[in-house]
């Protein structure tokens, strides 16, 4: 059982949808209710319920402030670009005992600091985040008390696991965690496209790829065990997969997600200069 205080999300797109889904779970509850906001009454209308009070600023200019006002979690999901301007708009209406978290990349915690008087953490959740499975990174700003980390950390329990970090490190374990759903996709396109021209149809070639991704991750699971030594299970001495791994690792595959992850890290760096 999970149990949360009052909680509003600005900005219901996919990772904020994916939240707010979480937060609806089974063994859930958010004493204090929740509320939402979209730009368009229509996303609105979708995601409103006797649980959820969703708001359309389309509708009401005033949405974000009643739907901060009174919550003890203020969850910032809008486009990066759009978090300074929708701070200063809602920096009258927090409560003073609220907590404003954001999921925008690039987006600083001494940037927001500056804009609002409460506690304010980050948060990188990845992309499964949609079906329960996320990776979040947490990083508190210094005006943040354990328990409001609590609280967060909590909040994002409800959609998978969740990594506290000094934000220092929030750019590394966004190059990981949040890019990381792209690399497994491109890794699975490769692997499929490698089985159509052995041929195999497309649907053959994404049966046997995308299941066998989803029966080693399940195995790695369950398991108990490291990749490294379910990799050597697979691996017979001067067998198939031990002449294929050969391969792989003369093409310096280590190095390749090195310099991969170095670049995004990088980029990182460049959207939050100033």
Do not use: C, W
């Amino acid at each position: 059982m999970i149990n949360l205080p009052s909680i509003a999300i600005l900005g219901t797109g996919s990772m904020g949808g994916a939240i707010l889904s979480g937060l609806l779970a089974p063994g859930v509850t958010v004493d204090g209710g929740i509320r939402v906001t979209n730009r368009s009454e229509r996303k609105a209308a979708a995601l409103r319920s006797p649980s959820v009070t969703s708001l359309a600023i389309e509708k009401d200019r005033g949405a974000n402030h009643a739907a901060v006002a009174g919550a003890r979690v203020v969850l910032v999901a809008v486009k990066p670009h759009m978090v300074p301007d929708l701070l200063r708009e809602i920096s009258g209406a927090i409560d003073p005992g609220a907590i404003v978290v954001s999921v925008a990349a690039g987006v600083r915690i001494d940037t927001m600091q500056a804009l609002v008087d409460v506690p304010v953490l980050r948060a990188m959740p990845n992309t499964p985040a949609t079906v329960g499975r996320a990776v979040t990174g947490v990083s508190a700003g210094d005006r943040a008390s354990d328990a409001d980390v609590a609280v967060v950390t909590a909040l994002f329990g409800t959609v998978g696991s969740v990594l506290e970090v000094p934000e220092s490190r929030i750019d590394a374990l966004s190059a990981i965690s949040g890019s990381g759903p792209a690399y497994v996709f491109l890794l699975i396109e490769e692997l499929e496209r490698t089985a159509f021209k052995l041929g195999f149809t497309r649907q053959e070639s994404r049966v046997m790829v995308e299941n066998t991704f989803l029966g080693a991750s399940e195995l790695l699971a369950v398991s108990g065990e490291t990749p490294a030594e379910l990799r050597r299970r697979v691996t017979s001495p001067k067998g198939t997969t031990e002449r294929a791994i050969e391969v792989l690792e003369e093409a310096g595959l280590s190095a390749l997600f090195d310099r991969a992850t170095d670049a995004a890290i990088t980029r990182a760096q460049e959207l939050a200069a100033p």
